[in-house]
C-alpha cells in the first residue's frame, strides 16, 4: 500500500516539505512543526529507546488518504502499515549512525541546490524560495538540514547493501540459458468425470474433517442493525414537475451551448455617426419586424457585405468567440429569436440564433425532471438532515426519530464485520461505525453517516451476538462438500500416479493427450501456467525418452510427460530484464534480511 505513495515522491524536497509538512499544517497548524522532532509525551512507540510520535503517523497517515490512493475502509491497515514503515526508518538511521555513515556539509549544499521546489523558473537556486518554502512549511534550514541527512545516510546505507551483491559471469549464463529454454511436453488432465467409482463419504470422516477444520466453521461476530435513511432522489422522486418548467430548465442547462448565428452590422465613426448609425438600426428592426427575412434585411442594412451575401451568418460559435458584449446578447436568445442592437467596437450589431447545438428536449427530459425536483426538495432535504443529526444525538432509540421525521424505521439481517452487498450498510464507513464502541458497547446511535451528497444514515445495533463455533449439524452440508472435493481430489491422484507408474513401465494408457511445443517459461500457451510451471520442473529426459509427473490442478489432476528440452534461441531484451529482476530481488532480500534482523534485536515499546 505505501510503495504506490512513495512512488509518487519526485525528490528530497517533494519528499519532504510537500509531503509530510503540508500534512502536518492542515492537521495540527504550522506551529506543530518546531516541535516536530523534539521531544512530545505523546508517543506512539519507543524503537530502542528513541520515541516515533503519533503526530508523525497521523501526518504520513492524512498524507495517504489525501492522495486519494487509499479508499476510507483502509485507514486501519494504512495507520499499521504506516507505523512499522517508521519503525523500519528509525531502525535503519540508527544502524547507519552507530556504522559512522557520514553527510558531510557540503553534500547537503549540493542536495540543496538541486532541488527542483527550490528553483526559480531558469531552473536556478533561489535563496528567497527557499526561505519561504521552508517558513511556510515551518522548517528552519537548520531543522530541514538534519532531516536531509538523515534520508541520505539511510539512502547510502540500502544502496551500500545493493551494491555489495553481485552476480558472477556463470550464474549469469546459467540463468540465461535457463531462461531461452524450451520444453515439449504433452498432457492430460482428470477430473470428476474421470473417477472411477462413486465418492462415499462417512460419518467418521465428516467428524474428522469438522475437527480439524474448526475454524472454517466459526460464526464470526455480527450485529443486526437498525437504520434510518434520509434520500434526496427518494424525496425528489414524488415531486411532480410541469412541463413548462422543464422547458425552462432544458434552455437554462443549454444556455452555454455552441450555437450557429448570423448579424446585421452597422458601422459608425468615419462614414456615419453614432445616430445615424442606431438609425439605420431601428429601420433594419423594424424592417424585421414587419416581415421581411433576415437574410434580405441583412442584405439592404449590413455593411459586413461578406456575411450578408450569406443571409448574415457567422457559422457556429462558442462563447467567448466574440466578446463580451456579443456573448451576453447571442446566449441570452434561444432558436429563432433576434436581439436588439448591440454595440462593440464601433459597431451595432443585430444578431439571430439560427440554431443551437444541443440534446432535443425528449433526450434530456428525464434527467431535467429529476434535477428539477431535486432542487425542490433541497430545503426540506437539508432541513431532515439537521433533525436527524439533533435528535438521534440524544435518542435512546432510532423508532422515535424515524416516527418525528415520517421515514421508515429499516431493519438488517445479521451482518459481520467483512460482509458485502449492494445495501447502504455496506458503504465505505457504514460497517465502521456500527462496530465502533460507542455504538456496538455504548449502545448509542451512530454519527450521522454522509454516504454521498443526496444521502444520510443513522445507524444502531439492535442485537449483536459474538464469535461462535458452529454445531456440525449446522454446516453438515459445507463440510459434506469439502470432504466430497478432498477425497475426489485425492482419488483423482492416485489414479493419476497409476498411470505414471504404467507409463514408466512401458505400458499404455488410455486418455488423449494434448501437446504443447516449445514452450518458454513465460509464454502464454493454451495449458495452464499450473502446467507449465510443473512442466519446467521436471528433469529432462533421455533422447528419445519421456519423464513424467502428477501436477494438481484446481479441480482435478494433471498427468505430463515431458518429451523434449532444447536449448531455445537467445532473446537479449528479455534475458537482460530477467537478469536486471534477478539483482532486484536479491538486493531486496539482503535489505529485508537487515530489517528483520534489526526488528529482531530491537526493544520495541509500542
Not at 499404455?508 to 512442466?535: C, F, K, M, P, Y
Amino acid at each position: 500500500m505505501l510503495q504506490s505513495i512513495r512512488d509518487g515522491s519526485r525528490s528530497w524536497g517533494a519528499k519532504i516539505i510537500i509531503g509530510v509538512m503540508v500534512a502536518a499544517m492542515a492537521l495540527f497548524g504550522v506551529e506543530s512543526l518546531f516541535g516536530l522532532f523534539g521531544d512530545d509525551p505523546n508517543q506512539e512507540v519507543s524503537v530502542n529507546g528513541e520515541p516515533i510520535m503519533r503526530q508523525q503517523v497521523e501526518m504520513e497517515v492524512q498524507r495517504a488518504m489525501r492522495s486519494g490512493q487509499v479508499p476510507p475502509e483502509q485507514e486501519r491497515q494504512l495507520r499499521s502499515d504506516v507505523l512499522n514503515e517508521l519503525v523500519t526508518q528509525k531502525l535503519l538511521t540508527q544502524y547507519a549512525e552507530e556504522g559512522g555513515f557520514y553527510v558531510s556539509e557540503d553534500q547537503v549544499d549540493q542536495l540543496i541546490l538541486g532541488i527542483p521546489e527550490f528553483q526559480n523558473e531558469d531552473g536556478q537556486f533561489s535563496s528567497d524560495i527557499f526561505r519561504n518554502r521552508l517558513s511556510s512549511a515551518g522548517y528552519t534550514p537548520l531543522s530541514f538540514r538534519e532531516e536531509l541527512a538523515v534520508d541520505v545516510k539511510r539512502q547510502q546505507l540500502q544502496q551500500g547493501l545493493m551494491f555489495s551483491d553481485f552476480t558472477l559471469d556463470s550464474e549469469r549464463q546459467r540463468l540465461a540459458e535457463l531462461q531461452r529454454q524450451q520444453r515439449s511436453f504433452r498432457y492430460l488432465i482428470l477430473d470428476a468425470d474421470d473417477l472411477e467409482g462413486e465418492v462415499e463419504i462417512s460419518e467418521d470422516a465428516l467428524e474428522t474433517y469438522y475437527q480439524e477444520n474448526a475454524e472454517r466453521f466459526k460464526r464470526p461476530e455480527q450485529v443486526r442493525l437498525e437504520y434510518v435513511l434520509i434520500d434526496r432522489r427518494e424525496m425528489a422522486s414524488g415531486i411532480e414537475v410541469d412541463e413548462e418548467t422543464l422547458r425552462q430548465a432544458w434552455r437554462e442547462r443549454n444556455q452555454n451551448a455552441d450555437r450557429s448565428v448570423a448579424h446585421i452590422m452597422i458601422t459608425f465613426g468615419d462614414e456615419r455617426s453614432r445616430e445615424e448609425a442606431q438609425q439605420q438600426a431601428q429601420e433594419a428592426l423594424q424592417a424585421l419586424e414587419d416581415g421581411e427575412s433576415f437574410a434580405d434585411t441583412a442584405v439592404r442594412y449590413s455593411d459586413d457585405t461578406a456575411s450578408a451575401e450569406d443571409g448574415g451568418d457567422l457559422g457556429m460559435i462558442s462563447r467567448g468567440f466574440f466578446g463580451e458584449a456579443f456573448d451576453e446578447a447571442a446566449f441570452s436568445l434561444d432558436e429563432g429569436e433576434t436581439s436588439s442592437a448591440v454595440e462593440m467596437d464601433n459597431a451595432l450589431h443585430i444578431i439571430k440564433v439560427t440554431d443551437i447545438d444541443r440534446p432535443a428536449f425528449d433526450e434530456q427530459r428525464d434527467a431535467l425532471r429529476e434535477a428539477v425536483a431535486m432542487d425542490e426538495v433541497s430545503d426540506e432535504f437539508n432541513e431532515k438532515v439537521q433533525q436527524l443529526i439533533d435528535e438521534s444525538f440524544a435518542a435512546d432509540d432510532l423508532k422515535s426519530v424515524a416516527d418525528d421525521l415520517s421515514l421508515s424505521l429499516q431493519e438488517s439481517d445479521w451482518l459481520a464485520r467483512g460482509d458485502e452487498g449492494d445495501s447502504v450498510l455496506f458503504e465505505p464507513g457504514v460497517m465502521e461505525q456500527a462496530f465502533s464502541d460507542d455504538v456496538l458497547e455504548e449502545g448509542y446511535n451512530s454519527e450521522v453517516i454522509e454516504l454521498d451528497e443526496d444521502r444520510r444514515l443513522v445507524v444502531r445495533v439492535a442485537e449483536h451476538r459474538e464469535q461462535a463455533q458452529l454445531p456440525l449439524d449446522e454446516v453438515r452440508d459445507e463440510v459434506a462438500s469439502a470432504v466430497r472435493a478432498q477425497q475426489q481430489q485425492e482419488r483423482l491422484q492416485q489414479q493419476a500416479e497409476d498411470m505414471m507408474a504404467k507409463l514408466e513401465a512401458g505400458e499404455s494408457i488410455d486418455g488423449e493427450w494434448l501437446e504443447a511445443n516449445n514452450v518458454r517459461r513465460q509464454d502464454t500457451v493454451t495449458a495452464s501456467q499450473l502446467i507449465v510451471q510443473a512442466a519446467f520442473k521436471m528433469p529432462s529426459p533421455e533422447e528419445g525418452e519421456s519423464t513424467y509427473r502428477t501436477a494438481p490442478m484446481p479441480s482435478g489432476v494433471a498427468l505430463l510427460a515431458l518429451d523434449e528440452v532444447t536449448k531455445g534461441d537467445p532473446d537479449e531484451e528479455r534475458e537482460s530484464f530477467v537478469a536486471r529482476m534477478a539483482e532486484q530481488l536479491r538486493a531486496q532480500s539482503i535489505i529485508q534480511g537487515l530489517i528483520d534482523d534489526l526488528r529482531s534485536d530491537a526493544e520495541i515499546e509500542r
